[in-house]
């Protein structure tokens, strides 16, 4: 094997893609991450009665929560990029250049600066930003989602609901919970199975969103 063959070959071990490391080199990156404690009861709730008739997923299975596979992959774009989040850089010139950027956002920063984050992402992502991006109540544009979303059923409803991204309440009450309240709260709505199917997976996943939050944008 040639010494160019070796490297390629070295770039490869750990990939976690289907796509060789020259192609992943050409992209962009972007990961949006949510907390578990969010993101869990949400697919959770989306995979049983009655909304699994809506979504078609039928049972909760814990191989969809995809953190592990978010931490792999994104630390995997780390080293063959050899950047880390925030940081533009660039190899080569025009059209052939490799960006180098690696971009995160935390659901929970965008909700609390629905403006600044993507003004931020912009500027890394080399985009020009509008306050029109923040907003979506045209029927254009309702129809346009309408589309995007249409195999998704039942997983967008909420967005297919709203006209725009604004602050969250910070006065709503699944933003002060504790543990011990959110298991009260995930027992009433789902029984003592389902609270337990959801604690367990919050638990195992929060260390994974822990280690990507790190790295995640502020404006």
């Not at 533009?88 to 025009?94: H, I, M, S, W």
Request: glycine residues 8%; charged residues 25%; proline residues 5%.
């Amino acid at each position: 094997m040639s010494p160019t063959n070796e490297s390629a070959a070295a770039d490869e071990v750990g990939n976690p893609t289907v796509l060789p490391v020259r192609i992943l080199q050409m992209f962009r990156f972007a990961f949006l991450i949510r907390h578990p404690r969010r993101s869990i009861p949400s697919l959770y709730r989306l995979s049983v009665p009655p909304l699994s008739s809506m979504t078609g997923w039928h049972g909760y299975l814990s191989s969809e929560e995809g953190y592990v596979e978010l931490r792999q992959l994104f630390d995997f774009v780390r080293r063959v990029q050899g950047t880390t989040t925030g940081v533009a850089e660039t190899e080569g010139t025009g059209s052939t250049a490799a960006a180098r950027e690696i971009c995160l956002i935390d659901a929970d920063d965008l909700l609390d600066n629905p403006s600044g984050i993507p003004q931020r992402f912009c500027s890394l992502s080399n985009l020009e930003y509008s306050d029109d991006m923040l907003s979506w109540d045209t029927e254009e544009q309702q129809d346009l989602a309408r589309t995007a979303f249409r195999k998704w059923k039942g997983f967008h409803e909420d967005v297919l609901k709203s006209t725009g991204l604004k602050a969250r309440d910070h006065g709503l009450p699944q933003s002060t919970m504790t543990e011990g309240e959110e298991d009260e709260a995930w027992t009433r709505e789902y029984g003592d199975e389902g609270a337990g199917i959801i604690r367990r997976a919050v638990d195992a996943n929060i260390p994974h969103y822990e280690y990507l939050k790190q790295f995640a944008l502020k404006a």
